[in-house]
């Protein structure tokens, strides 16, 4: 299995639009401000629906939110 | 700490509180198996009431101190972290319920399989709350 991590930039984004509350973005997503911050701390990764909301509320594609870094395996 | 967590808690604490008692009541006097048996249908009926109260003023009081938070409709985390919940609370459930309907029958009877019965409930119901606050911590 390939192994790597979802990294965001939910918080940068936040900023550039005129510094948006958790709770306004949750509102706009239909998800609570909590699961914003877990979201926004990489300890829940949102169902694909709500990453595609996440991206429309700022309008980004979703690749400007989220990133996949993959770990990558050390050379033998 | 979100609303759903603040309940979770409450159910928790009202379990331990109301249903401990019971049992270390029910654990430390001998009782016949003999049905029925008033005096361990009172103290049943003492803590599910109490229980019922105990919910009953936490979620007033909740929903007063937080009353947007609790009408907001659960999120996917909530309904995630509740599908891992109910699935552990299953496992103990179907376990414990083996037990006393399969193994209990042979060696004991009456109210010994029943309070057995309301234990494994409990215990099911504790560890759903239990996994509850503990993914909504990790998360947190």
Same mark, same amino acid.
């Given at each position: 299995?390939? /192994?790597?991590?979802?990294?965001? $930039? ?5 900023? #550039? ?19 914003? +911050?877990?979201?926004? %701390? ?6 694909? /629906?709500?990453?595609?909301?996440? +991206? #429309? ?11 996949? /870094? ?7 | ?9 409450? +159910? ?18 001998? #009782? ?12 049943? %009926?003492? !803590? ?8 009953? +003023? ?7 101190? !937080?009353?947007?938070? %609790? $009408?907001?409709?659960?999120?996917? $985390? ?15 459930? @179907? ?20 309070? !057995? ?7 099911? /119901?504790?560890? #759903?709350?239990?996994?509850? @606050? ?7």
């Amino acid at each position: 299995m390939i /192994e790597g991590s979802i990294s965001n $930039r939910i918080r940068a984004l936040r900023f #550039h639009h005129g510094e948006m509350s958790q709770g306004d973005l949750g509102q706009l997503i239909g998800v609570t401000r909590q699961t914003i +911050a877990s979201i926004e %701390a990489g300890k829940y990764s949102p169902s694909l /629906e709500a990453a595609f909301r996440i +991206a #429309h509320a700022f309008n980004v594609p979703l690749g400007d939110v989220f990133r996949w /870094e993959t770990v990558r395996d050390e050379e033998p | 700490m979100p609303f759903r967590e603040k309940t979770a808690w409450l +159910a928790l604490i009202s379990m331990v509180v109301t249903f401990g008692p019971y049992f270390a009541l029910v654990g430390t006097f001998a #009782h016949g198996d003999a049905l029925p048996n008033l005096r361990l249908l009172g103290l049943f %009926a003492v !803590a599910a009431i109490s229980q019922m109260i105990i919910l009953g +003023a936490g979620r007033f009081f909740l929903s007063r101190s !937080a009353p947007e938070d %609790a $009408r907001v409709p659960p999120d996917e $985390r909530d309904l995630a972290i509740t599908r891992r919940s109910i699935t552990s609370a299953y496992y103990v459930l @179907i376990g414990g319920m083996i037990v006393v309907g399969c193994v209990m029958p042979f060696n004991s009877g009456g109210w010994s399989i029943i309070n !057995a019965a309301l234990l494994m409930i409990v215990a099911a /119901e504790l560890v #759903h709350y239990g996994v509850a @606050i503990a993914n909504y911590r990790r998360q947190a």
